[in-house]
């Protein structure tokens, strides 16, 4: 998984899993991602279908060279956006979140501001990057 740390024990991993559906004809594009958040006492996971492959290629491309802006999917489990220069917000809602903290009805949304400027943003990019390549379709270029 591409992880991304606050401190030693403190972080998230955000990794696309599989694809979902492989062999339907009409949705083999769905990919499943997987989320975990760590604290040093808890640890939360979770997987959901959220992303389609030209999505997560576009999810990609924004971490990779971030820009003003907000980047919102098909499902919405994922948001991202950038507030203001050298940083970059990662919104999780809905299937995505874990069972554990999320309630009825998904109304529970848990933010992530990533510092762009460090060492350990481009190390997660990078990580997630090299797994999304695994992830396209005959139709679309690899990632």
Partial sequence: M????FSPDHGFDLSPVRFTYPGDPDDANWVTMGLKFFNGQHTWKS??????????GELVSFLQKPHRGNLVFVEPDICVSVPKDGEIGLKFTG??????IRTFP??????VKLDTRTQEYEHFVQQFRDQAAQFHTEQ????
């Fill in 2 to 5: 591409a992880t991304y740390l």
């Fill in 47 to 56: 997987e959901d279908t959220c992303l389609q492959t030209h999505e997560l």
């Fill in 95 to 100: 299937e995505i979140l874990p069972t554990a």
């Fill in 106 to 111: 998904n109304q529970v949304i848990l933010e």
């Fill in 140 to 143: 679309e270029k690899p990632i």
